[in-house]
C-alpha cells in the first residue's frame, strides 16, 4: 500500500526527533571526563567543584606519608603536581619500624597516583599551605583529650605515634568520597571516585587493623591505650563535624558493633555496616580544628582550596586559630 503523504512526513518527523535525542545523548557522554585522561572540567559544574575539593586532602596525605617514609615530599618527587604551592611546615622523617615504614611508603605513592588522577579530569589548584608540625599534631590531641600532654604529642617520635596520627588522615577523606559520590553527574566522576574511595578505604582498613592488633598498648609516657586514643580522636571529630556519629574507634559498645554482635571495630559502619558519608563542609570543620568551615586552622592555617572551600573564606572572611 502506499505510503500517503501525512504519513511520510510523520516519519520523517519522526527519524527528526530520534535524531535530535540521539545528538543530545551524545553530547553529554562526550563532556563528561573521560577514560583517557584527557582534561576535562565541564561535565558539569557540580562535578568539577566536588572532584576538585577533594586535592586538599589528597595533598596532606601525601606530604604526611612521603615525609614520614622518606623525609621529603612533593617537591622532591612530584614538584608538577603542586603547582607552585608553598611547601608544608614542619613536616620530617618519623622514626618508625621496617613493617610501618614499608606500608606507609607504599600509602605515600598512591597518594601520588591519587593527585594525577584527579588532576588528569579537572584542572585543580596549587597545593595549599599545610601545617604538619609537632605542635599541629599536638594540638588535635590536646583538644581531644581537653589535657595538655606532657610531653606534647610528637606524630615522628615512633611507629604508635606515627600510627596514631595516621589514624586522623583518609579516613575523614573516604567519608566524603561517599558523601559526594551520588551528587556527581557524569558516570566517569563516579568512576574516578570509586576508584579512590576503594583505595582510600584500604589504607584506612590496614591503619586500623595496625592499631587494633595494638589496642591493649599503653602508649608513653601518657599511659593512655591506643584504642582510648582512636575513641578521643573519633568523638573529637564528631564533635566538630556537628552531624552526629559519623565516627567510631577501634572498640566499640556490643551495641554498636556489627549487628549487634561485636565489640571489635576494625571497619567503620552504621548499623547497616555502611560506610558513613561527610559533605565538604562537615570535613572543612574537623581538619580546621575549629569546628567552623569559615575559620581556617589546624592542618589547614590559610584555609584549603578550591570553589568550595573558598566560598566560605569569601563570604564570611578567614581568622585563624
Not at 600509602?107 to 597545593?127: C, D, M, N, P, S
Not at 552531624?243 to 567510631?248: H, P, S, T, W
Request: proline share 6%.
Amino acid at each position: 500500500m502506499a505510503v500517503t503523504k501525512e504519513r511520510r512526513s510523520l516519519l520523517v518527523s519522526m527519524v527528526m526527533v530520534l535524531f535530535f535525542l540521539f545528538n543530545v545523548q551524545l553530547l553529554q557522554v562526550m563532556s563528561c571526563p573521560n577514560d583517557q585522561g584527557n582534561q576535562a572540567t565541564s561535565c558539569t559544574d557540580q562535578d568539577r567543584k566536588l572532584l576538585e575539593f577533594p586535592l586538599n586532602l589528597e595533598y596532606l596525605e601525601a606530604e604526611f606519608f612521603l615525609f614520614g617514609a622518606l623525609g621529603f615530599g612533593l617537591d622532591t618527587v612530584a614538584p608538577n603536581l603542586t603547582m607552585g604551592g608553598p611547601s608544608p611546615l614542619g613536616a620530617q622523617k618519623a622514626n618508625l619500624d621496617p613493617l610501618t615504614r614499608d606500608v606507609v611508603l607504599q600509602f605515600a605513592w598512591q597518594e601520588v597516583g591519587h593527585l594525577r588522577a584527579i588532576k588528569k579530569t579537572v584542572k585543580g589548584f596549587a597545593r595549599p599551605q599545610l601545617d604538619l608540625s609537632k605542635k599541629a599534631f599536638a594540638k588535635v590531641m590536646d583538644k581531644a583529650f581537653g589535657v595538655k600532654f606532657v610531653p606534647p604529642f610528637n606524630p615522628y617520635a615512633n611507629s604508635y605515634n606515627y600510627l596514631i596520627a595516621s589514624y586522623l588522615v583518609p579516613y575523614v577523606g573516604l567519608t566524603g568520597y561517599v558523601g559526594a559520590n551520588p551528587k556527581l553527574q557524569c558516570p566517569a566522576s563516579r568512576k574516578l571516585v570509586a576508584g579512590l574511595l576503594g583505595v582510600e578505604s584500604g589504607q584506612d582498613a590496614v591503619i586500623r587493623t595496625m592499631l587494633y592488633a595494638r589496642a591493649a598498648h599503653v602508649v608513653y609516657p601518657y599511659g593512655i591505650t591506643v584504642a582510648a586514643f582512636t575513641d578521643k580522636i573519633s568523638d573529637f571529630r564528631n564533635k566538630l563535624g556537628k552531624a552526629g556519629v559519623k565516627d567510631e574507634g577501634l572498640v566499640v559498645p556490643k551495641a554498636m558493633g556489627a549487628e549487634g554482635q561485636v565489640v571489635g571495630n576494625v571497619l567503620v559502619g552504621n548499623e547497616l555496616s555502611l560506610s558513613y558519608d561527610r559533605t565538604p563542609e562537615e570535613i572543612l570543620r574537623i581538619v580546621y580544628g575549629s569546628g567552623n568551615e569559615s575559620v581556617p586552622g589546624g592542618f589547614y592555617p590559610k584555609g584549603a582550596d578550591g570553589e568550595i572551600a573558598k566560598s566560605y573564606l569569601v563570604t564570611t572572611g578567614s581568622t585563624e586559630v
